[in-house]
């Protein structure tokens, strides 16, 4: 709830520093004392659009510091302030505060950290409903209208979004899979072509560098075998080198015990022998794998060249071309596949469909009863809020398909009709300030709202009634804020006599200098202020005691 309002520079309050508590605080001067200023104030630490105008004149700048304080924060303040990167410490206040300078500009801090405006506007939903003549927030805003109505009929939304969330993700996975099996399906023919030319070569891992090596094998014996035709000339034949080599062992054989030396001789010439028949052994080995077939070197280099040509076309290595055949085996599975996974999925799909609408018929059933019951609740406070001509109507109907939620399939909206015979419209569409806040007062107190702002601020709302009337806003207004804080301006010295605390709005001059001040006042104070409510500027003594009973029986 709002604690403390400290306000410098604005208009005609130079500085003021108020305290507020719970329960009901009302508000009181005479007209055109700054009522206005001091909401125009509050304004602009919740958001509103800083006007110059509002600094005071001959300042630089001007502030509006709040203070607003919870036995625990709202989860949605909490949430806002996260998404900020602002941290509360548990019995921490909240501390808004804005600045506006003269010559244009404004600034905003939470808790001395800087922060936008657009921050502010979204935590004042949070912290203080404001019902006046320009109202646009709180109960006159029809997105929140199903929220009131549920919160009043206690609708099971828990149940309804968990349902609606399990039928958005089958629909979520039920599209990713049409899309899958379209796609795939779409590739088909594409891949069974891939894939048949592919089977038709047959590739084998490892293939391209066998291939490459025989024909770099072919290719040498092409150029080589000249040379080895010679040389295979040279060493066949009876006159060979290798044949002579084995004569002349022959014959040093049987001589070669005659001497050392012939035997030393015998022994190299054996020698020679040897390395001479694993010579001619290489040249045949040579020959046989040089071998030039110019029909095998096509074939290689054929065979070559399509592994190379279809690796290309793949955007693959040759060796790569087993693995891509496997892989497109196995999208061709997956779209056979993907019909039967389809079918299960469109199943699933229909069944949470059926289950989410099943609660969100029922949550309609439970609106349509508790619609009936708050428009009686309403009609049944407007009479003594000198509103008998007029009828309330809680507006429940289907949404389209596209619109469902979350929440169900159902639009909510607060209509009344002023006149008899007139049409529902909107909250909003009502022309006379003071009448929209007493709709507003009689639909919170049928409502019994515990949730919403944590501030709650009626501007005159007693504005053109009096007597039983006023009496009558005052009861409510008192028994509204039994379970929270509700800050009430008023012209009635009924509503006034209600009020826990009781702050004064004055308004005095010095020569040129005109200044607003606020007071609150003591319980003498409150029955003088009271009484001039009652008799104008002279205060009778008839005055002073008619507030008296008036204060006797609030």
Known sequence: MLTRLSIRNIVLIEALDLEFTRGLGVLTGETGAGKSILLDALGLVLGDRAETSLVRAGEAKASVTASFEFGAFPAAIVATLDDADIELEPGEPLIIRRQVKADGGSKAFINDQPVGVALLRELSVSLVELHGQHDDRGLVNPRGHRALLDRYAGTDLGGLERAWQAWAKTEAQLAEARGTVEQAAADQELL??????????????????????????????????????????????????????????????????????????????????????????????????????????????????????????????????????????????????????????????????????????????????????????????????????????????????????????????????????????????????????????ALKVALAEQGGAATVIFDEIDRGVGGAVASAIGERLARLADSGQLLAVTHSPQVAARGGQHYLIAKASSGTVTKTSVSKLSSKERKEEIARMLSGAEVTPEARAQADRLLENA
């Open 192 to 441: 069974l072509a891939h894939l048949a030319e592919l089977t038709e070569i047959e590739p084998q891992a490892g293939e391209e560098v066998r291939l490459a090596e025989t024909r770099a094998a072919m290719q040498k014996g092409e150029k080589l075998s000249g040379d080895l035709e010679e040389l295979r000339h040279i060493w066949e034949g009876s006159d060979s080198p290798l044949a002579s080599l084995r004569v002349a062992a022959r014959k040093l054989d049987r001589i070669a015990g005659e001497h050392p030396l012939l035997t030393e001789a015998l022994a190299a010439l054996d020698r020679a022998v040897i390395e001479a028949g694993e010579a001619e052994d290489r040249l045949l080995e040579a020959g046989n794998a040089l071998v030039h077939d110019p029909q095998a070197l096509d074939d290689a280099e054929t065979r070559l060249f399509e592994l190379r040509a279809i690796a290309r076309k793949h955007r693959c290595d040759v060796d790569d071309l087993p693995e891509l055949m496997r892989d497109m085996r196995a999208q061709l599975d997956a779209i056979e596949g993907g019909e039967a996974q389809l079918d299960a999925l469109e199943t699933a799909t229909r069944e949470a469909r059926e289950i989410y609408l099943a609660k969100a018929e029922k949550a309609h059933a439970v609106r349509l009863k508790a619609a009936k019951k708050l428009d009686k609740a309403v009609a049944a406070e407007l009479a003594p809020l000198k509103l008998d001509a007029a009828r309330f109507l809680t507006a429940v109907g289907k949404l389209p398909e596209d619109k469902w939620g979350a929440a169900g399939m159902d639009s909510a909206e607060f209509l009344i009709a002023t006149n008899p015979g007139a049409d529902f419209a909107p909250l909003n569409k009502i022309a006379s300030g003071g009448e929209l806040s007493r709709f507003i007062l």
